[in-house]
């Protein structure tokens, strides 16, 4: 579906220039539950970035359904993000003057269609995430967990086939964090889901069909297995 070859990334700072990726190989089929996990500064965030089609890799390529990104210019790859891929922060990236649903729907502007059927199915994605009595909320009124909900709502909005989370759980509390991996696995399992979770926490591992290891901007490890049942 999405796949990195031999992509690396460099940071120019001035005189430096710094190496967030030397060399990367990997590609993320349908339906997989991966995470991505390694020390600090190891390339998580940039492999995620240029596996999302956010940016674009200094050598090697992305391919997107067995196209190359650098096919694309920036409009069309802004394109083909907002109907192939939903992003979740750490930070939760929710507008705190809008409420729950004018936040979902941000993503749905630009796109094709009435904007009555997006409201629809804003409802609908609230509800699933399980938000039916904080739609008109805005974010300073939600807990942290809930605020995650709303931004893994506004990620599915579009129906997107993949969904990319970077540290989706760095600001919650073990409990809540919990929550929003087993509502994950739950659009996973249930409505087919990829995500490609980038995280520190080692407990998310068990969850994971597939984990890659990144040490020093290379993949050490990248093993598939079948996720242990709960
Ligand atoms: N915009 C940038 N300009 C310069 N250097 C950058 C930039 N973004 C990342 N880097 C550097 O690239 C390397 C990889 O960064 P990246 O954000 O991918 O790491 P990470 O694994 O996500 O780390 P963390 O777990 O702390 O989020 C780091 O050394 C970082 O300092
Ligand atoms: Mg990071």
Do not use: C, W
């Not at 809540?176 to 979770?197: A, E, P, R, S, W």
């Amino acid at each position: 579906m999405i796949s990195a070859v031999r992509v690396e990334k460099e940071y120019h700072l001035g005189e430096t220039i710094v190496r967030a990726l030397a060399g990367v190989s990997a590609e993320i089929e349908e339906g997989e539950f991966v995470v991505i996990i390694g020390p600090s500064g190891s390339g998580k965030s940039t492999l995620m970035h240029l596996l999302g089609a956010l940016d674009r890799p200094t050598r090697g390529s992305v391919l997107i359904d067995g196209k190359g990104i650098s096919m694309f210019d920036d409009y069309e790859l802004a394109a083909v993000r907002r109907n192939l891929i939903g992003f979740v922060f750490q930070t939760f990236n929710l507008i705190p003057t809008l409420d729950s649903l004018e936040n979902v729907l941000i993503p749905a502007q630009n796109s094709q269609g009435a904007l009555g059927a997006a409201e629809h199915r804003a409802i609908k994605l609230l509800k699933e995430v399980g938000l039916s009595d904080r739609m008109h909320h805005k974010p300073g009124e939600l807990s942290g967990g809930q605020r995650q909900r709303v931004a893994i709502a506004r990620a599915l909005i579009n129906n997107p086939k993949i969904i990319f989370a970077d540290e989706p759980t760095g600001n919650l509390d073990s409990a809540t964090g919990k929550q929003i991996i087993d509502l994950m696995k739950k659009l996973n399992k249930t409505d087919g889901k990829t995500f490609v979770i980038v995280t520190h926490d080692l407990g998310l591992l068990e969850h994971a069909t597939r984990e890659i290891h990144l040490f020093d901007g290379k993949i050490v490890k990248d093993v598939k297995r079948r996720a242990r049942e709960k």
